[in-house]
């Protein structure tokens, strides 16, 4: 039973991820958690899931990549989310979880009633704060997403470019945080067995995505997801012992 719901996590992550351009490890990292073993097994599981993803928006729609616009953040991303994974593994399982809940409230909160009222300059300082702070979040929670979509929405001219420097983000970053992961001994047997359930889960997703993304209401269908995020902060800082 474990399986299918790493499966259909990761369905609904595929899919956020695919109409949204952000998401999957928001919405996987609720509940990914208390399927595995461990939380660090959780991130690497999440991370693999989210690099399959993003892989295939980022071949098909490399041509529209701006790297120039790239380089910076994940150059900052790759340091600060190496270090934060090694702090990791030295942590209490507990208080990762709390950190975690109390992330996912407060970026619920911050796009529910500010997401569209804060404008970022794509600037040298812009680029390493986001990239400090999407390290941060990609190496402790899996989600890096948050900041670097702030970003990338600033800095690209529409919708398809932003879809493209996103997946390209997403698939380069997580690819080197499993790296990071596995050194620190987080990719093990078992999160390679959850990766074969979930990588049917991210193919089923991201086809429903792809042919819903020009058709959904953006606006409403973000909110939505906003608020079941808060939503699940709030039941992880409950379940709490």
Not at 216 to 236: L, N
């Amino acid at each position: 039973m474990e399986y299918l719901y790493i499966a259909l996590l990761a369905i609904g992550a595929s899919f956020i991820q695919r109409t949204t351009g952000f998401g999957f490890g928001i919405f996987i990292m609720t509940m990914l958690p208390f399927l595995m073993p461990s939380y660090g097994e959780a991130t690497t599981l999440s991370g693999l899931l989210a690099l399959s993803s993003s892989l295939i928006v980022c071949l098909k729609m490399r041509g529209l990549i701006n790297w120039k616009h790239l380089w910076p953040i994940l150059t900052v991303f790759v340091i600060v989310s190496a270090a934060s994974i090694f702090v990791l593994a030295r942590m209490q399982e507990n208080s990762l979880r709390m950190i975690l809940g109390i992330a996912l409230i407060l970026t619920s909160l911050y796009f529910l009633f500010l997401g569209n009222k804060v404008s970022i300059r794509p600037t040298l300082p812009a680029q390493m704060i986001t990239g400090t702070l999407s390290g941060l979040m990609g190496g402790f929670f899996g989600m890096q997403g948050p900041p670097a979509v702030l970003y990338f929405v600033a800095s690209e001219s529409d919708k398809e470019h932003y879809m493209a420097i996103a997946s390209a983000y997403f698939c380069i970053g997580n690819a080197i945080m499993t790296l990071f992961r596995a050194g620190n001994g987080f990719l093990t047997s078992q999160v390679g067995i959850s990766f074969v359930f979930g990588l049917v889960g991210v193919v089923i997703g991201t086809f429903i995505g792809a042919r819903v993304f020009d058709k959904i209401p953006a606006k409403a269908f973000r909110y939505i997801v906003y608020s079941f995020i808060g939503v699940s902060g709030i039941v992880i800082l409950a379940t709490l012992s």
